[in-house]
């Protein structure tokens, strides 16, 4: 009436299963980057652009222009 599952039916539902689940966890890690990355670089977070060098607001900033901000 019903089939047995075997040892490889069970590994491949699981192996598909683990692969479905590192994909929605690849695919949110990347959205919640992409956002992060839009709210900076938009200065939707203008407190977080700081000066490496001397720490201070990054339009306030005397450091040259071509230091790593």
Known sequence: MFDKLTIEDMTS???QYNAQRE????QRESDTD???QMMVHNDHLPSLRV???CGEHINKCDC???ADH
């Open 64 to 66: 040259p222009r071509d």
């Open 51 to 53: 000066c490496y060098l």
């Open 23 to 26: 994909w929605e966890k690849a």
């Open 13 to 15: 539902e699981a192996d």
């Open 34 to 36: 992409r956002t992060w």
